[in-house]
């Protein structure tokens, strides 16, 4: 009985912080989503499924319910960008990290500070310092007319929301890859030299074999965070390319339709669940297997 009441207490905060922090804040907003607008913000009764129709219809002068690809187009563009920010990162964290893990150990100090370091800073300071890069007056274009090159409009477009999304997200990547490569033992890489093996070889048939649960573990780790946010869209944007972090706020502030924000929330939390839970089942089930 103690060692039971050990346990239960050791896993109390945990248990409580999930309740708080996620049930909660996630049933709160799924009650929301089936209730009626307030007439100045907020929720009333009775109980609806409007805010549900509202994603996939609109309705014309005559009331009739006419099919709208408006919000459609806009989750479209957020998982595109999510995806492109994964991969991006991917590309740039998987040879950042196992460069970190070949390093030195103070070497490998001094670079996992560097990749924690913007943490330090807020996130808003941060993505607002690529407004000041990619604008038109701003160290970019500057930097290609000091050198004779014709400037251009850097900012307020996709490609924009992209590289803030990446620099915010990239340590999300590294981090998780490079605490995998860690705990690889030369003696591998060194054999796969042994036998002759090149570089793509050994990188293909070794490294990214070994490297593949952090891979795994830092997209999921970019795409939850990239698919909801709303900085980037906001400030690299201009409110112009809106995604479904940036519409979800537009409906919890100026436009007061909070069922719908919340309805919003919920798709995007499933879809997010879903794809969690598909990957942690294939991940038990490899484990099983071996």
């Given at each position: ?16 912080t ?34 549900y ?24 563009r ?26 030195a ?37 500057g ?5 004779g ?5 850097f900012?307020y ?9 990446i ?8 981090l998780?890859?490079?605490?995998v ?9 060194e054999?796969s030299?042994?036998?002759?093996a ?46 479904i ?6 409906q ?12 919003l ?26």
């Open positions: 009985m103690n060692a039971r009441l050990t346990t239960i207490l050791l896993r109390s905060p945990v248990l409580v999930m309740v708080l922090f996620m049930l909660v804040p996630m049933g709160l907003a799924v009650v929301y989503s089936f209730m009626t607008n307030g007439a100045y913000g907020g929720v009333r009764m009775p109980f609806t499924a409007l805010a129709r509202q994603l996939l219809f609109q309705e014309d002068f005559d009331g009739n319910l006419v099919f709208s690809t408006g919000y459609l187009a806009i989750l479209w957020s998982v595109l960008l999510a995806a492109l920010t994964v991969v991006a990162s991917l590309a740039i964290g998987l040879p950042l990290a196992w460069y970190m893990a070949c390093s150990p103070a070497k490998r100090a001094r670079l996992l500070l560097l990749i924690t370091l913007p943490f330090w800073i807020n996130t808003l300071i941060r993505t607002y310092c690529w407004v000041l890069i990619l604008r038109d007056e701003g160290l970019l274009n930097g290609l007319r000091y050198f090159l014709a400037g251009g409009h900012l477009n996709d490609v924009a929301i992209l590289l803030g999304m620099y915010t997200y990239l340590p999300f990547m590294v998780p890859i490079y605490a490569l860690e705990r690889v033992n030369g003696d591998v890489i054999a030299h042994d036998l002759y090149d570089r793509w070889n050994t990188f293909r048939r070794i490294v990214w074999p070994l490297a593949m649960p952090g891979a795994i573990a830092g997209s999921l780790l970019v795409f939850a965070p990239a698919l909801g946010s709303f900085l980037a869209p906001d400030l690299l944007g201009g409110g112009r390319r809106l995604m972090g940036s519409l979800i706020q537009l919890f502030t100026s436009s007061r339709n909070w069922p719908f924000g919340a309805a929330a919920t798709v995007v939390s499933v879809a997010i669940l879903a794809v969690l839970f598909v990957v942690v089942r294939k991940s038990f089930n490899k484990v099983a297997a071996r």
